[in-house]
C-alpha cells in the first residue's frame, strides 16, 4: 500500500516537472533556439566573408577587411612628422575648412564614443564590401562585431544623408521583418552587426535575404571570384616577415605596429562590366592610336579575352604596392606576336640600364617591325593611312629602302630607354631650362650591314634640321665624329651640337635648344640614339661583349618580365629644383597667381616628391595569367 502510494505521488511530481518544463518557460526555450538560428547564421556570414551577401551577378566587386590596421600604418609611418612639418600642412590646418572638419570629427567621435581610428575599426573589423550589378545597382555593406557601434553609425547616416522631397525623417518600411529605411536616392538597413546603403530596390532586397539566411549562390561560392582571390594571395614570403615582426614586438613587449596591411581586394568580371559599357573604346580590336597600341597593345588583347580581373592595394611602411591580374593563355596571343613574343622564345625585356643620377629606365620587348607590318590587323583604317604617309616619308629617307622590313627589321626586340640628370655646371652656354638627358639603347641583327645605314641616315636628318632650322632663325648644328674605348672594344659615335653665336657663348640662360647634342652612337651590336654627346659615350663605354649573350631571348624564362620601368623620385626632385624658378614664372602666366602663391605650390610639389623614394612597373605574362605590378616606395 505504501509502496503504491510513493509511485503515485512520484508519478504526480514528474508530471508537474515535466509540465513546468514544457509550459512554463517556454518562451525561453524559443528564444534560445532563435539565438542559436541567429548564431549559426552569423557563423555562415563570416566563413562566406562579405561576398557571401551579394549575388553572384555582380560585375565588380571591392573588399577592405584590414582598414583599422591601414590606418594604423598612416598615422604611425615615419613620414608624418615630416608631413606635418610641412608649411602647407600648417598653412591647411590653419584654414577654416580644416576647423570643419575637424568639429564634424569632434562631434562624430562624441556620438560614437571613441576616437575616429577606433570607430572606422570598430565599424569594419568584418569587412567593407561594395558591389556594382550590370544594371547599375550598387550596393556598400559594413560589418562590425559591435551592433550598439553600428546602430550609432546608422542614426548618425539617418541624420546627415538627404531624404526624399526634403522630408526630416527617412521614411521607413518593413521588409521580412527588418526596418527598411527609405532615403532620397538609397535605401539604409541594419541587421545585427551589419549595415547596407544601396541604390536598387531589387538588389537591397537579394542582399537583405542573405543577411537574414545565407545561401550556396552568393559572389563568394562563384568560380571566377574564388580563382580571383587565388590570384590575390599574399605573398608566402609576405605573410611571413609580417608575423615575424609582430612575433618580435610581443617578445620585446612593445605596441605591434602593422607590417601589411591589404586596403582593398578587387574583383571584375569582365563579361558583365561590358554590359555597363566599361572601356569599350579601350577595349576595341583595332586602336585609333599607334602609340597606345605599343605601350598597351597586348594588354588590351588580354582584356579583351579573359573572363577576369583582379586587383589589390597593399600598404607598408615603405611603400604602396598595386597588383593587377589576370588569367592569360598562349592562344589569345595571334596576331600581337610582337607583344608578346613567338611560340618559341619568351618575350622578355633585357635588363634596365644602371647609371649615376638616373632618373628614369624602361626595358621592353616589343618586335617593331613584325608591328609595323601588320599595323592592318592591329590598328584602324585612319591609323593605317597614317603610318602609310610615315612610310612613304620614312622609306624616302632610307633611300628607298622598306621601312618596316628593311630597317625595323634590323633590331632585335628589346628595346631600352634610359634618363638622367645633367650636370650643367660647366657647360656654356647653359641653357636656362635644364632637361635631363635621355637615350635609346637597340641592338642590331647585323652591325656590319647596318651600321652604315643609320650613321648616313642621321647625318642626312641633322642636314634637314639645319635646313629648316635657317629658316625659322634658329641656332645651326655642327657634326662630328669621336670614338670611345669600351668594354667591347672601340666604339663610334656620330656627334651633333648646336653652334652657339657671339653673344651666347657664355650665357646662362641660352634657348633650349643647348640641352641638345643628338647623337648617333655603335658599340658591337649595340646602338645609342641619344640627347647629347656626355651620355652616349658613357652608354657605349659600359657596353659588355657578352650582353647580347644575357639578352637571348630564346634562353629567357617566359616569366621574366616582358616590361619593366624604374622612377627615382630623389632625381626627378634634382630636376624640378633646377628649373623652381621657371616653374614659378609659368605658374604666374597660367594661373595668374602671385609670385608667392606660385612659389608656395611648387615648393610642395618640391616637398612632396622628396617624401617618395621610387617608383617601379613590372609587367609578366605566362601560360596562365598576366601580372601588372607598380610598386610605389616612400623615404624611410
Known amino acids: 500500500m505504501l509502496a503504491q502510494v510513493f509511485r503515485t505521488r512520484l508519478a504526480i511530481v514528474a508530471c508537474i516537472v515535466a509540465a513546468t518544463s514544457i509550459g512554463l518557460p517556454a518562451d525561453l526555450v524559443a528564444n534560445d533556439r532563435e539565438a542559436a538560428d541567429r548564431e549559426a547564421t552569423d557563423r555562415e556570414i563570416a566563413e562566406a566573408g562579405i561576398a557571401g551577401l551579394f549575388p553572384r551577378s555582380i560585375a565588380a566587386f571591392a573588399k577592405c577587411d584590414d582598414l583599422g590596421n591601414a590606418v594604423q600604418i598612416v598615422l604611425n609611418h615615419p613620414l608624418r612628422n615630416r608631413i606635418e612639418a610641412l608649411p602647407a600642412y600648417q598653412a591647411a590646418t590653419a584654414s577654416a575648412g580644416y576647423a570643419n572638419a575637424k568639429l564634424a570629427i569632434a562631434g562624430f567621435e562624441n556620438t560614437m564614443q571613441m576616437s575616429l581610428p577606433e570607430a572606422l575599426d570598430r565599424l569594419s573589423d568584418r569587412g567593407i564590401g561594395i558591389g556594382v550589378e550590370p544594371s547599375g545597382g550598387v550596393g556598400l555593406v559594413m560589418q562590425s562585431s559591435d551592433v550598439a557601434a553600428m546602430e550609432k553609425f546608422r542614426n548618425l547616416l539617418l541624420a546627415f544623408l538627404p531624404k526624399?522631397?526634403?522630408d526630416i525623417s527617412a521614411e521607413q518600411k518593413t521588409y521580412r521583418g527588418v526596418p527598411v529605411y527609405l532615403l532620397k536616392d538609397l535605401i539604409l538597413v541594419q541587421v545585427d552587426g551589419t549595415l547596407l546603403i544601396c541604390n536598387q530596390r531589387d538588389l537591397g532586397k537579394v542582399i537583405i535575404d542573405r543577411m537574414l539566411e545565407p545561401d550556396d549562390n552568393s559572389l563568394a561560392q562563384a568560380p571566377n571570384y574564388l580563382a580571383s582571390c587565388?590570384?590575390?594571395?599574399?605573398?608566402?614570403?609576405?605573410?611571413?616577415?609580417?608575423?615575424?615582426?609582430?612575433?618580435?614586438?610581443?617578445?620585446?613587449?612593445?605596441?605591434?605596429?602593422?607590417?601589411?596591411?591589404?586596403?582593398?581586394?578587387?574583383?571584375?568580371?569582365l563579361q558583365a562590366a561590358g554590359k555597363l559599357g566599361w572601356a569599350n573604346d579601350a577595349l576595341k580590336e583595332k586602336q585609333d592610336d599607334f602609340g597606345a597600341e605599343v605601350i598597351f597593345g597586348g594588354v588590351l588583347s588580354n582584356l579583351r579575352q579573359t573572363s577576369r580581373l583582379s586587383l589589390s592595394l597593399d600598404l607598408s611602411p615603405s611603400d604602396i604596392r598595386l597588383r593587377l591580374a589576370s588569367p592569360h593563355q598562349r592562344d589569345w596571343e595571334p596576331p600581337r606576336e610582337y607583344y608578346f613574343g613567338e611560340a618559341s622564345a619568351a618575350?622578355?625585356?633585357?635588363?634596365?640600364?644602371?647609371?649615376?643620377?638616373?632618373?628614369?629606365?624602361?626595358?621592353?620587348h616589343r618586335d617593331l617591325s613584325q608591328l609595323w607590318l601588320r599595323s592592318g590587323d592591329l590598328l584602324s583604317d585612319a591609323a593605317v593611312d597614317g603610318l602609310a604617309k610615315a612610310d612613304s616619308q620614312l622609306s624616302t629617307f632610307f633611300s628607298g629602302k622598306d621601312f618596316g622590313e628593311d630597317i625595323l627589321g634590323s633590331l632585335n626586340s628589346g628595346i631600352q630607354i634610359v634618363g638622367r640628370v645633367a650636370d650643367p655646371s660647366e657647360q656654356l652656354p647653359r641653357p636656362a631650362i635644364q632637361l635631363p638627358e635621355f637615350a635609346m639603347q637597340f641592338r642590331l641583327k647585323d652591325p656590319a650591314e647596318t651600321q652604315r645605314e643609320f650613321r648616313?641616315?642621321?647625318?642626312s636628318f641633322i642636314g634637314f634640321l639645319n635646313v629648316v632650322g635657317a629658316m625659322n632663325g634658329n641656332p645651326q648644328?655642327?657634326?662630328?665624329?669621336?670614338?670611345?674605348?669600351?668594354?667591347?672594344?672601340?666604339?663610334?659615335?656620330?656627334?651633333?651640337?648646336?653652334?652657339?653665336?657671339?653673344?651666347?657663348?657664355?650665357?646662362?640662360a641660352a634657348p633650349i635648344q643647348f640641352n641638345f647634342s643628338p647623337t648617333l652612337g655603335f658599340a658591337g651590336d649595340?646602338?645609342?640614339?641619344?640627347s647629347t654627346t656626355d651620355l652616349a659615350k658613357d652608354l657605349v663605354a659600359m657596353t659588355h661583349p657578352s650582353a647580347s649573350q644575357k639578352n637571348d631571348l630564346g634562353a629567357s624564362q617566359r616569366n621574366d618580365p616582358n616590361t619593366v620601368l624604374g622612377i627615382n623620385a630623389s632625381a626627378s626632385q634634382t630636376i624640378l629644383k633646377a628649373n623652381q624658378d621657371q616653374l614659378i614664372a609659368s605658374n604666374m602666366l597660367s594661373k595668374g597667381q602671385t609670385r608667392d602663391e606660385a612659389a608656395a605650390e611648387i615648393g610642395l610639389l618640391l616637398e612632396g616628391v622628396g617624401l617618395l623614394k621610387d617608383f617601379r612597373v613590372d609587367l609578366r605574362f605566362d601560360d596562365q595569367r598576366m601580372v601588372l605590378s607598380a610598386d610605389l616606395g616612400v623615404q624611410p
Open 230 to 269: 587565388a590570384e590575390l594571395a599574399p605573398a608566402e614570403s609576405q605573410a611571413a616577415e609580417s608575423l615575424a615582426a609582430e612575433s618580435q614586438a610581443a617578445a620585446d613587449d612593445r605596441p605591434v605596429t602593422p607590417q601589411n596591411a591589404r586596403l582593398i581586394s578587387a574583383y571584375v568580371d
Open 526 to 530: 649595340v646602338m645609342v640614339l641619344s
Open 164 to 166: 526624399k522631397d526634403g
Open 477 to 508: 648644328m655642327d657634326l662630328g665624329m669621336e670614338t670611345v674605348k669600351g668594354s667591347s672594344g672601340v666604339a663610334q659615335l656620330v656627334t651633333s651640337s648646336f653652334v652657339a653665336g657671339e653673344d651666347e657663348r657664355e650665357s646662362t
Open 456 to 459: 648616313r641616315v642621321f647625318q
Open 347 to 364: 618575350a622578355v625585356a633585357p635588363p634596365l640600364i644602371e647609371l649615376n643620377d638616373r632618373l628614369f629606365a624602361l626595358s621592353t
